[in-house]
């Protein structure tokens, strides 16, 4: 069993930066693949990024660039930096822990977070 937990988010201007983080529970934190979600109002969850348990990491196009995501396995933490935010980043960002199968499907993660609000203004 993994417990996640998403801190900081808030609301920010297009062309700020805010750093996500996910705490989680357990010993076996650092054997998940982790990735990051995000849904907007009226809009499917969609895959924002992963990263894999040696710490590689892939990203969806939109975020590319933009992005980076983390873990720091000895604090059970990931974590995503999200520099140059544009409005349309605006959701609620979920981590989760990674099942099987392709891990930019939703569906093939075992564990979520809450989510944290992210809100960009133009």
């Known amino acids: 069993q993994v417990q996640l937990v998403e801190s900081g988010g808030g609301l920010v201007q297009a062309g700020d930066s805010l750093r996500l983080s996910c705490a989680a529970s357990?010993?076996?934190?650092?054997?998940?693949?982790m990735g990051w979600f995000r849904q907007a109002p009226g809009k499917e969850r969609e895959f924002v990024g992963a990263?894999?348990?040696?710490?590689?990491?892939d990203y969806a196009d939109s975020v590319k660039g933009r992005f980076t995501i983390s873990r720091d396995n000895a604090k059970n933490t990931v974590y995503l930096q999200m520099n140059s935010l544009k409005p349309e980043d605006t959701a609620v960002y979920f981590c989760?822990?990674?099942?099987?199968?392709?891990?930019?499907?939703?569906?093939?993660?075992?564990?979520w977070g809450q989510g944290t609000q992210v809100t960009v203004s133009s």
């Open positions: 989760a822990a990674h099942n099987s199968g392709p891990y930019s499907w939703a569906r093939n993660y075992k564990y």
């Open positions: 990263i894999s348990r040696s710490g590689g990491s």
């Open positions: 357990g010993r076996t934190f650092s054997t998940y693949q």
